[in-house]
């Protein structure tokens, strides 16, 4: 069955780095776009970016440009999120989703906490 | 960026009734347009995609319909299950955009 699982969240100092990992099973991995989602405490869903399924293209959301990198290692079936320059307001539960072949997001993990605090 | 919107933004509704929530797009999507459920400190769950496709394993009583910039999303007969927060989310940009949600609760 398909699994996502998220690690490496924590609490982090604004202006410091964490890099979050997403580790993928049950289907072809090199076949699918992966995305990041979070959700900061008590609001909605935010999308924050997406790999293709080959890593050849890579979009994010306008609020995390030029601070997240979004990449895959399809020899660990791992996808990461490299965040750096954190904000208060990047508190969030960060989900990886898999990119359905219906454009939609079709598999979801558990989701990881992000705090960002002084 | 696509801006999504959503109405109303909380409903109370009791077991049985048939529950009607509203997504808007600020320009044409086509039929880019899925809806997730989301529980309490729950993962969301893919409902609808591509605007009226129930995805598989989930109940008959979900339907979607709409095109072009305004979409909905129906629970004929709402089921104490149901109750939790429902998002829509268009996939015509490979930037995606949510709506604020909507949040079912009880009557």
């Known amino acids: 069955q398909v699994q996502l699982v998220e690690s490496g969240g924590g609490v982090v100092q604004p202006g410091r780095s964490l890099r979050l990992s997403c580790a993928a099973s049950g289907f072809t991995f090199n076949n699918y776009g992966l995305h990041w989602v979070r959700q900061a405490p008590g609001k909605g869903l935010e999308w924050v970016a997406v790999i293709w399924y080959d890593g050849s293209k890579k979009y994010y959301a306008d609020s995390v440009k030029g601070r997240f990198t979004i990449s895959r290692d399809s020899s660990k079936n791992t996808l990461y999120l490299q965040m750096n320059s954190l904000r208060v307001e990047d508190t969030a539960v960060f989900y990886c989703?898999?990119?359905?072949?219906?454009?939609?997001?079709?598999?979801w993990g558990q989701g990881t906490l992000v705090t960002v605090s002084s | 960026d696509i801006q999504m919107t959503q109405s109303p933004s909380s409903l109370s509704a009791s077991v049985g009734d048939r529950v009607t929530i509203t997504c808007r797009a600020s320009?044409?999507?086509?039929?880019?347009l899925n809806w997730y459920q989301q529980k309490s400190g729950k993962a969301p769950k893919l409902l609808i995609y591509?605007?009226?496709s129930l995805q598989s394993g989930v109940p008959s009583r979900f339907s979607g319909s709409g095109s072009g910039t305004d979409f909905t999303l129906t629970i004929s007969s709402l089921q104490p299950e149901d109750f939790a927060t429902y998002y829509c989310?268009?996939?015509?940009?490979?930037?995606?955009?949510f709506g604020p949600g909507t949040k079912v609760d009880i009557k």
């Open positions: 320009q044409s999507i086509s039929t880019y």
């Open positions: 989310q268009q996939s015509y940009s490979p930037r995606f955009t």
């Open positions: 591509a605007a009226s």
């Open positions: 989703a898999r990119g359905g072949g219906d454009s939609n997001l079709d598999y």
